[in-house]
């Protein structure tokens, strides 16, 4: 079983930038990738971002590429998602999300653990 708890939703006004945490507990030793999702009502879970555990190798949906980055600190389990110029359809709520396996897979059903969720709103 592996734990994951986001932090560090907002409201932030278009342009500009927020930074989201994920800590992991569990059978972290086991990760091997991890990845941002995010939600609004209605629609599918969608890809934004993923990385590979061990070399920090990264992946990035169209819609996010250039103002998003994914990150990690193996020493505290944690991985963030650096957000800015920020758009006002970027509001969703946010998940992280652990597999074992490659880090390139957008598929929300192929990843196995989830967070709760963090809400983001970005105002016009």
């Known amino acids: 079983q592996v734990q994951l708890v986001e932090s560090g939703g907002g409201l932030v006004q278009a342009g500009g930038s927020l930074r989201l945490s994920c800590a992991a507990s569990?059978?972290?030793?086991?990760?091997?990738?991890m990845g941002w999702f995010r939600q609004v009502p209605g629609k599918e879970r969608e890809f934004a971002a993923a990385i590979s555990w061990t070399g920090g190798r990264t992946y990035y949906a169209d819609s996010v590429k250039g103002r998003f980055t994914i990150s990690k600190d193996n020493a505290k389990n944690t991985v963030y998602l650096q957000m800015t110029d920020l758009k006002p359809e970027d509001t969703a709520v946010y998940f992280c999300a652990w597999r074992r396996g490659s880090f390139r897979v957008i598929q929300n059903t192929e990843y196995d653990y989830w967070g709760q969720g963090t809400q983001v709103t970005v105002s016009s």
């Open positions: 569990g059978r972290t030793f086991s990760t091997t990738a």
